[in-house]
Nanobody
Framework: QLQLVESGGDLVQPGGSLRLSCAASGYTLDAFAIGWFRQAPGKVREWVSCISKSDGSTYSADSVKGRFTISRDYAKNTMYLQMNNLKPEDTAVYYC???????????????????WGKGTLVTVSS
């Protein structure tokens, strides 16, 4: 059983940066396509960014493209989400997730995720 634990959420001012981490245990991340989702208050959970297992290609939602960067460190069995130029609309609980399979081309679907972390809260406010 894969377990995922997020960290790094915080209160940050608009224009600021945060780096989220997701530490995996019980299995190695290199067996999965990996990614991040978020859920703002009163809204549905949405996909943010992902990395394909097959070739390491990364994909991001249009709302975060150019501001957020996903990465992975297999030696540490950890994935990251670097978030820059944060906006109030980025406020949400952020979840890391994994999916069996090699590619996340086009993004990940909530229903397709095999493992979820419990989330970390990011609040962007002045």
């Amino acid at each position: 059983q894969l377990q995922l634990v997020e960290s790094g959420g915080d209160l940050v001012q608009p224009g600021g940066s945060l780096r989220l981490s997701c530490a995996a245990s019980g299995y190695t991340l290199d067996a999965f396509a990996i990614g991040w989702f978020r859920q703002a208050p009163g809204k549905v959970r949405e996909w943010v960014s992902c990395i394909s297992k097959s070739d390491g290609s990364t994909y991001s939602a249009d709302s975060v493209k150019g501001r957020f960067t996903i990465s992975r460190d297999y030696a540490k069995n950890t994935m990251y989400l670097q978030m820059n130029n944060l906006k109030p609309e980025d406020t949400a609980v952020y979840y890391c997730a994994t999916k069996y399979g090699s590619s996340c081309y086009g993004g990940l679907e909530v229903d397709g995720v095999d493992y979820w972390g419990k989330g970390t809260l990011v609040t962007v406010s002045s």
